[in-house]
């Protein structure tokens, strides 16, 4: 690689924090399919950094990318990751806010920093308990907020 494209990628990532808003929208709509939902200007900037260095020097190599995932994993507050129905983990990062309506009511439970799941100022250990206390029944978490395939509970009543 030559150093004047060296040169190019670093002086486009210097120059995002002097970009006004716009031209940062503009370049992330030349990258990106969608818009993120929260318009936070550092974590456009970080990604929009992130994919410039990508397209110059290419992807990280997937096992890479499995390692870092892993080390995040391994020394992250979050120690209560739930499993989906074919073994794998389901990881809700902080701030994740699911929605779902039961008896004509909406519930919004958002994941903590600490890995737990709050409803209306009440806090929960597992989303199971999250939707227990929104039934009053026996249900898998991850099911009834619809992040785990299949229908129905996995013990008592519900709907």
Not at 92 to 115: H, I
């Amino acid at each position: 690689m030559t150093d004047t494209k060296r040169m190019g990628v670093s002086a486009q990532i210097a120059a995002l924090p002097t970009l006004p808003i716009k031209e940062l929208w503009a370049l992330w709509d030349a990258h990106f399919p969608r818009r993120p939902e929260h318009t936070n200007r550092n974590y456009v900037q970080a990604r929009l950094a992130y994919r410039i260095q990508e397209l110059a020097y290419g992807a990280l190599p997937s096992g890479v990318r499995n390692h870092l995932a892993a080390c995040g994993a391994k020394h992250s507050k979050i120690k209560t990751p739930e499993r989906n129905g074919r073994g794998s983990e389901i990881h809700l990062m902080p701030g994740s806010t699911l929605v779902r309506e039961w008896d004509d009511l909406e519930y919004r439970v958002t994941v903590t920093a600490a890995g737990q799941y709050e409803i209306d100022g009440q806090t929960f250990k597992s989303l199971s308990a999250a939707a227990r206390h929104i039934t009053g029944t026996q249900w898998s978490g991850p099911r009834f907020f619809g992040l785990k395939g299949g229908q129905g509970r996995d013990a008592g009543g519900g709907r």
